[in-house]
């Protein structure tokens, strides 16, 4: 006999089934343009850590990932050599990484990137992600407030995702994979003859809308205290579902600029061509900029410990035949060399992105200039989660500080320490820091701040990365 308490199965699959395919999207200020000109940055994520050798290894040396010399004096190794061109646009990082992910196992270090958060013990302890948080901020300006992509899609699973947002209770936001469904939800939604299609779509979302909220209504009155609580998170995306039906309303009648997409090839595919997909999501990210449908971007160029399509393009990318996982955990004499051209081959796609954001312009002058663009990974080798391998290009005009390879320390930090005033808390007093490495919340930080985001803090950081602008 059903009891007076007890759920109806098809009242609640009706209701979280429409929400788990909503996108999370930020409340949203009312839509104005941003006279002083766009402050932009984007996330490029690459797994299983990087080719690094011993530095005594001289051998191997010319494989290591962290280039040799340091400040403007730098000199690339083969891996990082096909970012020699752009040197004066980036500046590279080591000796960064999130206090609470060095003990992890490198692979589950990769939910926290862009988060820091706590994943630690049998409990799931994520935080926003640094371009959510941008998001929040900077999606005033925009159609969207954010693009989350991916080489796998959706969300993975805990230690194992395939996305690199999260939004502000932690979770993960699904990432979208397939250029081509990229293209039309985002690039053709304001197109001529698309307008009053879609208005009868959002029409329908806010009746269904209404209707679930309805329904929560019903069952608040019968429910438990713990039940209320998970129905008040199911309210609040029904809430988000709201913000993302009134933007788009907001957004309806304001057509997309005229813009040229023929150098976008639809048709390649990752499993077939690495190079050409990944090519073809980094021209995606490059046209959303120009045209200023977003100012905030990830990108997962493939998953951790072997996960996803992305483990087999060593093959394809460089004639390596292991997959990537494999190649980052081989031991015999070649192993530094063909994991090298792997992460060599990684570095010829992010400068090709690097490339075509400082070709490529709006009215303030080409798009490099006023974007941030991160890359890197969530450990050093495959399973250390120490010693990230970061860089950090664009951003000139916004006061980033280039043509530079830094490297922090312990004694960075106390350097740092003495120039705060008299009576503030030193940096990260806290926490204890292991070894020698700095927070790689500050550089997250840096990078927030230099958005224009009024952040005092994000994840364990309160203060900027020494060096970071000018």
Not at 70 to 80: A, H, I, P, Q
Not at 182 to 192: K, L
Request: hydrophobic fraction near 35%.
């Amino acid at each position: 006999m059903k009891k007076s308490w007890q759920l109806d199965r098809r009242t609640f699959l009706r209701g979280s089934g429409v929400v788990c395919l909503a996108p999370y999207l930020e409340a949203m200020g009312p839509v104005r343009r941003d006279v002083e000109g766009p402050r932009r940055a984007a996330f490029v994520y690459f797994p299983n850590g990087c080719s690094l050798p011993n530095i005594g290894e001289e051998r191997h040396r010319p494989w290591r990932w962290f280039p040799d010399g340091e400040g403007s004096d730098y000199r690339f190794t083969k891996v990082l050599e096909p970012l020699e061109p752009h040197r004066d646009d980036l500046s590279i990082y080591g000796g960064l990484s999130h206090p609470m992910s060095r003990e992890l196992l490198g692979h589950l270090a990769g939910d926290s990137w862009l988060t820091g958060g706590d994943l630690r013990g049998g409990e799931y302890h994520n935080r926003v992600s640094v371009d959510q948080v941008a998001a929040a901020s900077l999606g005033q300006h925009t159609r969207y407030p954010s693009f989350t992509f991916s080489t796998d899609g959706g969300v993975g699973y805990k230690s194992r995702v395939s996305t690199l947002s999260f939004d502000r209770a932690g979770k993960p936001i699904p990432s979208e994979h397939e250029p081509r469904a990229i293209f039309e939800r985002s690039f053709a939604a304001g197109t001529a003859g698309m307008s009053e299609q879609r208005r009868e779509e959002l029409a329908r979302e806010r009746r269904v809308v209404d209707l679930m909220r309805e329904d929560a209504k019903d069952l608040e009155r019968v429910l438990g205290r713990s039940d209320r609580s998970k129905l008040e998170e199911f309210l609040e995306s029904i809430r988000d579902l709201e913000v993302r039906i009134e933007r788009a309303e907001r957004w309806i009648d304001t057509p997309i600029p005229e813009f040229d997409r023929s150098h976008l090839d639809f048709s390649i595919q990752a499993a077939v061509d690495p190079s050409g997909y990944l090519r073809t999501m980094f021209d995606l990210m490059v046209l959303g900029f120009q045209l200023d449908l977003t100012r905030v971007m990830t990108f997962m160029m493939a998953r951790e410990d072997g996960m996803g399509i992305g483990d087999r393009w060593p093959r394809l990318a460089v004639g390596v035949p292991r997959g990537h996982h494999t190649i980052s955990h081989d031991q015999h004499d070649g192993h530094w060399e063909q994991w090298g051209r792997y992460d060599r081959w990684y570095a010829e796609q992010f400068a090709y992105f690097v490339d075509r954001m400082k070709s490529t312009s709006d009215e303030h002058g080409p798009l490099l200039d006023r974007s941030m663009i991160l890359y890197g990974s969530c450990c050093s080798t495959t399973h250390n989660a120490r010693n990230y391998p970061l860089a950090v290009a664009g951003g000139r005009d916004l006061g980033v500080r280039l043509g530079e390879f830094h490297t922090y320390s312990r004694t960075e930090q106390l350097k740092a320490e003495r120039l705060q005033d008299d009576g503030v808390v030193p940096l990260h007093s806290d926490r204890k820091l292991r070894e020698d490495d700095l927070p790689f919340g500050d550089l997250l930080l840096s990078m927030l701040r230099t958005l224009g985001v009024d952040a005092e803090s994000f994840a364990d950081s309160r203060s900027e990365l020494p060096g970071f602008r000018r």
